[in-house]
């Protein structure tokens, strides 16, 4: 919608003065600080990218590195199918911290950039490095309460007497 294309073009111009090495929205020109205005909607009309697909791996767990729409993410990446990558936020990629610095890395070396809607402010100096790899630790810790909660409270169904567990097979 209207936030996510707002959202990229923000990226997009960052990435842009970032290059120039104006750091932060408030060192670009003047005329860049409304986002509705002229000289906007200019640079994203110059700078407009196409949707080459979608990555989505409904029904796979982040835990894991070995997902459907993931390995075909990571081999479109290899084949430089696409420029960037919108990625919701970094527990969406990766409940794995190891994981995500592997998927991280592998856009970084096909010169990918990994956009996470979630961090505006993510870029890929020490300050952005720090924030997903914090960010990513806490998905792995989140991950583990929650297999933790799981398991306990299977055990004190089955205490009580419960049958525990998914559909009959049969």
């Given at each position: 919608?209207?936030?996510?294309?707002?959202?990229?073009?923000?990226?997009?111009?960052?990435?842009?003065?970032?290059?120039?090495?104006?750091?932060?929205?408030r060192?670009?020109?003047?005329?860049?600080?409304?986002?509705?205005?002229?000289?906007?909607?200019?640079?994203?009309?110059?700078?407009a990218?196409?949707?080459?697909?979608?990555?989505?791996?409904d029904?796979?767990?982040?835990?894991?590195?070995?997902?459907?729409?993931?390995?075909?993410?990571?081999?479109?990446?290899?084949?430089?199918?696409f420029?960037?990558?919108?990625?919701?936020?970094?527990?969406?990629?990766?409940?794995?911290?190891?994981?995500?610095?592997?998927?991280?890395?592998?856009?970084?070396?096909?010169?990918?950039?990994?956009?996470?809607l979630?961090?505006?402010?993510?870029?890929?100096?020490?300050?952005?490095?720090?924030?997903?790899n914090?960010?990513?630790?806490?998905?792995?810790?989140?991950?583990?309460?929650?297999?933790?909660?799981?398991?306990?409270?299977?055990?004190?169904?089955?205490?009580?007497g419960?049958?525990?567990?998914?559909?009959?097979?049969?």
């Amino acid at each position: 919608g209207e936030g996510l294309r707002r959202h990229a073009v923000f990226d997009a111009l960052d990435v842009h003065f970032r290059s120039e090495g104006r750091r932060g929205w408030r060192e670009w020109p003047a005329k860049y600080h409304d986002p509705d205005g002229k000289a906007v909607r200019h640079f994203a009309k110059e700078q407009a990218h196409s949707l080459v697909d979608e990555y989505v791996d409904d029904g796979f767990s982040g835990e894991l590195l070995a997902r459907p729409a993931l390995d075909r993410l990571r081999d479109d990446a290899k084949k430089k199918t696409f420029e960037g990558v919108l990625i919701y936020s970094p527990d969406r990629l990766a409940r794995d911290l190891v994981y995500q610095g592997v998927v991280l890395n592998e856009l970084k070396r096909a010169d990918i950039k990994p956009i996470f809607l979630s961090l505006p402010s993510a870029d890929d100096g020490p300050f952005g490095r720090l924030q997903l790899n914090i960010l990513g630790s806490f998905a792995e810790f989140e991950k583990a309460l929650i297999l933790e909660r799981t398991r306990r409270g299977r055990l004190h169904k089955a205490g009580r007497g419960v049958v525990v567990g998914g559909q009959a097979l049969y």
